[in-house]
Nanobody, 128 residues
Framework: QVQLVESGGGFVQPGGMLTLTCAAS????????VAWFRQDSGKPREGVSC????????YYADSIKGRGTISRDDATNTVSLQITFLKPEDTAVYYC?????????????????????WGQGTQVIVST
């Protein structure tokens, strides 16, 4: 059974930094493109970043470009997303998700329907 578990969320002041981690069981993440999405209450879920397989092509939403770094750690079977200079508008539940093993992130990486496995999410609150 495939399971994705996000961690690293919490309460952070504006200007701070967070590293979110997606840990997998039942699959080897190094075989799959992995993305992070986020959803704030009352808003649609949006793609934040996607890392290809291998991690040659990374994609970032304009909202975190220059502030976000997505990375793989194959030894621990995890994918992380670090976001610096956090803003109140980064407040959301953050989810990780995997594409099919034979897919790439590509220009349609933000389309939720492409993703096969999803985690339950981790809450990030950016506030003073």
């Amino acid at each position: 059974q495939v399971q994705l578990v996000e961690s690293g969320g919490g309460f952070v002041q504006p200007g701070g930094m967070l590293t979110l981690t997606c840990a997998a069981s039942g699959i080897s993440l190094d075989q799959y493109p992995v993305a992070w999405f986020r959803q704030d209450s009352g808003k649609p879920r949006e793609g934040v970043s996607c890392v290809g397989r291998p991690a040659r092509s990374n994609y970032y939403a304009d909202s975190i470009k220059g502030r976000g770094t997505i990375s793989r750690d194959d030894a621990t079977n995890t994918v992380s997303l670090q976001i610096t200079f956090l803003k109140p508008e980064d407040t959301a539940v953050y989810y990780c998700a995997t594409l099919p093993a034979d897919a790439g992130c590509g220009n349609t990486w933000t389309q939720e329907g492409r993703y096969v496995h999803w985690g339950q999410g981790t809450q990030v609150i950016v506030s003073t």
